[in-house]
């Protein structure tokens, strides 16, 4: 078995021999080691977890807040402690890969993720599953942005695109099918189970990785840590989305949020100073005079904006309106689900040939519909309706997830591609907590609006003092809150105000949704294939 060649660049002054991105032998047949496809096989595996667990532990906090004897703040720690640590590390995570390797960097991810997972199961406190979703938030932050690097590294150009179509639909396949598996698992097994299967996952991605992987380095990577840099882009992130998290709780109004939004913005007006002065900045500002790369930036903010925000609801529409068990709901998003395994390869086949813009516009066209229909679904809305605006909805999403990573990593120079795939995954995270926080603004604007007035004129008995915010915030995720006791009528007036008030507030998240859609639209229409696209695969050969 031959293992692939690297190319060693010893600069002088340098006593660490660095290896050229490019392989120089990957012809199939020849070994595992380094082959493009099989490198796919192995980083997908290992994405596969962290992307499993954005949505799979949601289905577990009722088990495990009801085992622990969790409060409701202690619960959302379990979500917010995970996000706040991979979207504030993912950048200098990749950094780290593009300084050490992308390969070493993915490993020691997969082990520390399977780990802290094994460590969650095996909690008995609601303090330490908090703890460990930190670690775990860590180490995925490790493990996304090398994986990128490594497919950018393998695939020539003419390939990268299908490779980056197929590592989009693991992602989104894991996302959209966490609350199915979730279900599945609570229910016939325990909530620890859900933090168990990592393990086996993990060690699984190891293995594979020790056999495949190729370390990937160029040339000029970097050789110095920007450590400024990083506390001060850690700050920021940390502060802007912290102040996301808080906001429902605290309010838009608060001093508090604003105080959080402005230590942000202070300091990633330091870090863009810094960055300028310091010799081997974190990230180069220059990337930014790439208007493709910016334009994919945001446009992978605007659609998590869209699609998180507007999915967010979705799932208490199908749980709390239609009474559907959290498995049941998660079988009614398979047209997502499916037509995202559908359409990123193929949307990966048609970016290869004409190039991201056109079907990165017409994805967001697609996205932007699919949240219009969405605004229209009712409390009376069958199954086939429903269907077809989550399946348009999963081919729009399909080639934005795979020609905007495309457009961000293929315009990014070769030993930047760790930053730039950090940079692609805050962007998605930043805006998926945007989306949260904003859309659930507007939902909750809505029904503080409405809810009194429904309430009246479905004669209902009027409420004592303190009672209408409980109301009001029951009625936001679509609980209809009848106390015990209530009389039939009663019960069933209230539960037709609470989903009606509730379906007027989803409307109104998606029809924002669906301008942000259409504004990034427009975005799209910047974007272009990556002028540094040819550099991770130009000597793979042919594979």
């Given at each position: 078995?031959?293992?692939q060649?690297?190319?060693?660049?010893?600069?002088?002054?340098?006593?660490?021999?660095?290896?050229?991105?490019?392989?120089?032998?990957?012809?199939?047949?020849?070994?595992?080691?380094?082959?493009?496809?099989?490198t796919?096989?192995?980083?997908?595996?290992?994405?596969?977890?962290?992307?499993?667990?954005?949505?799979?532990?949601?289905i577990?906090?009722?088990?495990?807040?009801?085992?622990?004897?969790?409060?409701?703040?202690?619960?959302?720690?379990?979500?917010?402690?995970?996000?706040?640590a991979?979207?504030?590390?993912?950048?200098?995570?990749?950094?780290?890969?593009?300084?050490?390797?992308?390969?070493?960097?993915?490993?020691?991810?997969?082990?520390?993720f399977?780990?802290?997972?094994?460590?969650?199961?095996?909690?008995?406190?609601?303090?330490?599953?908090?703890?460990?979703?930190?670690?775990?938030?860590?180490?995925?932050?490790?493990?996304?942005?090398a994986?990128?690097?490594?497919?950018?590294?393998?695939?020539?150009?003419?390939?990268?695109?299908?490779?980056?179509?197929?590592?989009?639909?693991?992602?989104?396949?894991?996302?959209?099918?966490?609350?199915?598996?979730?279900?599945?698992?609570?229910?016939?097994?325990?909530?620890?189970?859900?933090?168990?299967?990592?393990?086996?996952?993990?060690?699984?991605?190891l293995?594979?990785?020790?056999?495949?992987?190729?370390?990937?380095?160029?040339e000029?990577?970097?050789?110095?840590?920007?450590?400024?840099?990083i506390?001060?882009?850690?700050?920021?992130?940390?502060?802007?989305?912290?102040?996301?998290?808080?906001?429902?709780t605290?309010?838009?109004g608060?001093g508090?949020?604003?105080?959080?939004?402005?230590?942000?913005?202070?300091?990633?007006?330091?870090?863009?100073?810094?960055?300028?002065?310091?010799?081997?900045?974190?990230i180069p500002?220059?990337?930014?005079?790439?208007?493709?790369l910016?334009?994919?930036?945001?446009?992978?903010?605007?659609?998590?904006?869209?699609?998180?925000?507007?999915?967010?609801?979705?799932?208490?529409?199908?749980?709390?309106?239609?009474?559907?068990?959290?498995?049941?709901?998660?079988?009614?998003?398979l047209?997502?689900?499916?037509?995202?395994?559908?359409?990123?390869?193929?949307?990966?086949?048609?970016?290869?040939?004409?190039?991201?813009?056109?079907?990165?516009?017409?994805?967001?066209?697609?996205?932007?519909?699919?949240?219009?229909?969405?605004?229209?679904?009712?409390?009376?809305?069958?199954?086939?309706?429903?269907?077809?605006?989550?399946?348009?909805?999963?081919?729009?999403?399909?080639?934005?997830?795979?020609?905007?990573?495309?457009?961000?990593?293929?315009?990014?120079?070769m030993?930047?591609?760790?930053?730039?795939?950090?940079?692609?995954?805050?962007?998605?995270?930043?805006?998926?907590?945007?989306?949260?926080?904003?859309l659930g603004?507007?939902?909750?604007?809505?029904?503080?609006?409405?809810?009194?007035?429904?309430?009246?004129?479905?004669?209902?008995?009027?409420?004592?003092?303190?009672?209408?915010?409980?109301?009001?915030?029951?009625?936001?995720?679509g609980?209809?809150?009848?106390?015990?006791?209530?009389?039939?009528?009663?019960?069933?007036?209230?539960?037709?105000?609470?989903?009606?008030?509730?379906?007027?507030?989803?409307?109104l998240?998606?029809?924002?949704?669906?301008?942000?859609?259409?504004?990034?639209?427009?975005?799209?229409?910047?974007?272009?294939?990556?002028?540094?696209?040819?550099?991770?695969?130009?000597?793979?050969?042919?594979?």
């Amino acid at each position: 078995m031959t293992s692939q060649t690297t190319v060693d660049a010893t600069e002088p002054g340098d006593g660490a021999s660095r290896t050229s991105a490019a392989p120089l032998d990957t012809a199939p047949g020849r070994g595992l080691r380094g082959h493009p496809w099989f490198t796919l096989v192995s980083v997908a595996i290992g994405v596969m977890m962290v992307a499993l667990d954005g949505t799979i532990v949601a289905i577990a906090n009722p088990a495990i807040a009801k085992d622990l004897g969790a409060s409701f703040a202690d619960v959302q720690w379990i979500t917010n402690a995970y996000f706040l640590a991979l979207a504030v590390t993912l950048i200098t995570a990749g950094k780290l890969g593009d300084r050490f390797g992308h390969r070493q960097t993915f490993l020691i991810g997969v082990v520390g993720f399977a780990a802290a997972s094994g460590a969650i199961g095996l909690s008995h406190s609601i303090a330490l599953v908090v703890t460990f979703r930190v670690f775990q938030g860590l180490f995925g932050a490790l493990l996304m942005p090398a994986a990128l690097g490594l497919l950018r590294a393998s695939f020539p150009a003419e390939k990268l695109n299908m490779a980056i179509g197929i590592w989009g639909m693991v992602i989104g396949a894991s996302t959209a099918g966490g609350p199915i598996l979730g279900g599945l698992l609570v229910q016939h097994v325990s909530w620890q189970s859900v933090f168990f299967i990592n393990v086996p996952v993990g060690v699984l991605a190891l293995v594979l990785g020790l056999v495949i992987l190729t370390d990937h380095r160029a040339e000029n990577a970097p050789r110095s840590f920007d450590l400024a840099g990083i506390a001060l882009l850690s700050a920021a992130m940390f502060c802007l989305v912290w102040a996301l998290i808080k906001a429902p709780t605290w309010g838009w109004g608060d001093g508090k949020t604003w105080l959080f939004i402005g230590v942000s913005v202070l300091a990633f007006v330091g870090f863009s100073f810094w960055e300028t002065k310091v010799k081997e900045p974190l990230i180069p500002l220059g990337l930014f005079r790439s208007v493709p790369l910016s334009a994919g930036v945001v446009l992978m903010v605007l659609m998590a904006i869209a699609f998180m925000g507007g999915l967010f609801f979705v799932t208490f529409y199908l749980q709390n309106v239609h009474g559907m068990s959290p498995v049941k709901a998660g079988l009614h998003l398979l047209p997502l689900t499916g037509m995202m395994i559908v359409g990123s390869p193929l949307a990966g086949a048609v970016i290869t040939k004409a190039g991201p813009r056109i079907p990165l516009a017409g994805g967001m066209v697609l996205t932007a519909v699919a949240m219009f229909g969405m605004s229209k679904l009712d409390t009376d809305t069958g199954s086939p309706a429903m269907s077809l605006w989550f399946a348009l909805l999963g081919l729009g999403l399909a080639p934005v997830m795979v020609g905007a990573t495309e457009v961000i990593v293929g315009n990014a120079p070769m030993e930047l591609s760790g930053v730039a795939g950090g940079l692609q995954q805050a962007a998605m995270q930043i805006g998926g907590s945007l989306g949260t926080a904003v859309l659930g603004a507007v939902m909750a604007s809505r029904v503080d609006s409405d809810l009194p007035g429904n309430w009246a004129d479905a004669k209902l008995p009027p409420f004592g003092p303190g009672q209408l915010d409980k109301v009001s915030e029951a009625v936001q995720v679509g609980v209809a809150p009848v106390p015990k006791g209530t009389p039939a009528p009663i019960a069933e007036a209230i539960t037709k105000v609470a989903h009606d008030t509730f379906i007027s507030g989803m409307s109104l998240a998606c029809l924002v949704a669906a301008g942000v859609a259409a504004v990034a639209v427009l975005v799209a229409l910047l974007t272009k294939r990556g002028a540094n696209a040819e550099a991770g695969g130009a000597g793979a050969g042919h594979i």
